[in-house]
């Protein structure tokens, strides 16, 4: 069953009881067998509950950084923008491209260092989506950045234990999660942190880039939002609706649901 109006959709993406994100639900709906885990399985496969419980230990110590990280944001803005100002360029290679990157490794506490490979391991995890030739070729390619990401996530947090920064991932350790002996706490953060990179870097490259050019083509809704800054914090729900850079989430029923004369069976 595919929803494609924006209320429908909307909808269904905010009701996570009757429409479950749960990878439980969708492995075992096709006929597989869930993956078993030691102990409790990574929260990225629990219910809504369990993820808000740990979406409050990811946020805990990130809100008092948001003051420096709006500085840093602008900063780095003005800069590439002054730079395509006076020289040309690309605006997604770069500002667009850059600029989550930079966030969601300053997010997660990747050294200097190690930060190019953000970028490979971002555009690895989104071929899953948009590579020909179906599912099982695009897992094909996937699972060697894949498997590198999560060895290299694991010894973050392993030095995170020993060395600890001003990071969610240090907050996580602080927090207790992933020490000797808790591999439910270590798969649970690094399905946070794949869920940080899949979801933090590409889907806001595209929302930005299509934002540029929906600007673009309507000058006249540039001028309304340089106006009317109160305006913009909407526009980013509309820009969100009208270039839609991601497609084709999967939920599952959890009950039978009627919707517009169509019934959607459970499961």
Partial sequence: YVLSRHAEVLSAASDVETFSSSLNAAV?????????????????????????????????????????????????????????????????AELFKPLP??????????????????????????????????????????????????????????????????????????AGLGGDGDAAGMQSMLAFVFAMIANGIDPTIGMLGGSMQLLHERPDQRKLLVKNPDLIPGSVDEFLRLTSPVQGMSRTATRDVTLRGVTIPEG
Avoid: C
């Avoid at 990130?62 to 800069?79: M, Y």
């Avoid at 390619?141 to 920064?165: D, H, N, Q, S």
């Fill in 101 to 174: 990157s930079m966030l969601v490794a300053d997010y997660l506490g990747i050294p200097e260092a190690d930060r190019a490979h953000l970028d490979g391991w971002a555009e690895a995890i989104a071929t899953v989506t948009s590579a020909e030739g179906g599912l099982a070729n695009a897992l094909q390619r996937v699972i060697g950045p894949l498997t590198t990401m999560m060895a290299y996530f694991t010894e973050l947090i392993k030095l995170r234990r020993r060395v600890p920064g001003d990071d969610t991932v240090s907050q996580l350790v602080t």
């Fill in 28 to 92: 075992s709906h096709n006929g597989l067998k869930p993956p078993r885990f030691p102990g409790a399985p990574p929260l990225v496969m629990q219910g809504s509950s369990d993820h808000t419980e740990f979406r409050k230990l990811a946020s805990h110590g990130f809100a008092p950084r948001l003051a420096s990280v709006e500085i840093k944001t602008r900063d780095f803005v003005v800069e590439r923008i002054e730079l395509l100002r006076a020289n040309g360029g690309d605006i997604v």
